[in-house]
Nanobody
């Protein structure tokens, strides 16, 4: 059983930056691909970014490409989401998730474990 704990959310002005962290425990971190998703009020949870087990391959939603960067530190069992040039439409609860399968996926049902989420609010 893998436990995931997100941190780093908060309130930021448009154009600003935040770095989210997700600490993993209870499993072999390198055995999981990791993803970030977000959910805005009244909307479905949507894919943001994914990083492979080795960290060599990353994928992004078109809406964040060029502004967000996903990375992982195996020594710290932590995955990060660096968010730059933030926009009000990035406001959401951000979740990290772990996927045991190496097959890249952007759907929530493919992920096996989820964190509790961290709120990101971007003011205009």
């Amino acid at each position: 059983q893998v436990q995931l704990v997100e941190s780093g959310g908060g309130l930021v002005q448009a154009g600003g930056s935040l770095r989210l962290s997700c600490a993993a425990s209870g499993g072999a971190f390198s055995s999981y691909a990791m993803g970030w998703f977000r959910q805005a009020p009244g909307k479905e949870r949507e894919f943001v970014a994914r990083i492979s087990m080795s960290g060599a391959i990353t994928r992004y939603a078109d809406s964040v490409k060029g502004r967000f960067t996903i990375s992982r530190d195996s020594a710290k069992n932590t995955v990060y989401l660096q968010m730059d040039s933030l926009k009000p439409e990035d406001t959401a609860v951000y979740y990290c998730a772990a996927d045991r399968s190496p097959i890249p996926s952007m759907v929530t049902t493919a992920y096996d474990y989820w964190g509790q989420g961290t709120q990101v609010t971007v003011s205009s």
